[in-house]
């Protein structure tokens, strides 16, 4: 019998007002996978993870992520559920008046009773594991955006989540830094088991870390392609699919 999806989404639709986002979107994300939502500018992508999350309402479809759905679950449920899953925004959004292992802690000091040593213990762990160790003690005004990436990812695996979410890692980052990201991302998604849903639409990155994806368009107001990148990128015959992955003008 197979695995159950970690997400599984059914003709998943939202609109602003009288405008359509996106219509009729399904997908699946398998255990332990990196998933990439990728598209053009105003697509839907980072509105589709906002979806999945409970943070944009949907005009129709359901969502179950952990086997969960999420839309179905009263407030004690909700809350258990998003205790499992991490999300690392576009500019890191770490506070700016606290340092990196403070901006970690704080998912710790609001969903657990950990005194605050073992807190901190852990917030040192995690910025170690992004390679952030020596930075414990800084403020965001103080490190590089590459760096607020990863301070990010750290803090959305404070809870040690089976389910992570990042949007937009590598937007704004030279292409070192994004490729050292990348690694990055690759090397925890091995270490940690964890599934990552990714949301870009660098095309390096999307051909460095995705083991799947789906494409999202804005003119079609929905998917338009799924599948395994490398092969979108050799055998799509979409014109608007090959175009992306062949940095061609539409």
Known sequence: MA???????EALSVRF????IFKDVSFQVKRGEIFVILGGSGCGKSTLLKALIGLVPLAAGRAWLLGEELAAE????????????GVMWQSGALFGSMTLAENVELPLEEHTDLPRPAREAV????????????????LPAEISGGMAKRAGIARAMALDPPLLFLDEPSAGL????????????????RDTGA???VVTHELQSILAIGDRCIMLDKEAQGMI????PRRLKEDSTNPTVRAFFRREAA
Request: charge should be positive.
């Open 225 to 228: 392609a799924e599948g395994d």
């Open 195 to 197: 599934t990552f849903v």
């Open 17 to 20: 007002g009288n405008r359509t």
């Open 74 to 85: 009263d407030d004690a449920g909700r809350r258990a559920l998003l205790r499992r899953i």
């Open 3 to 9: 695995e159950d999806p970690v997400i599984r989404a």
């Open 123 to 138: 917030a040192r762990s995690k910025l170690g594991l992004v390679g952030l160790g020596d930075a414990v003690a800084r």
């Open 174 to 189: 030279d292409p070192i830094t994004s490729a050292g990201l990348d690694k990055l991302i690759k090397d925890i998604a």
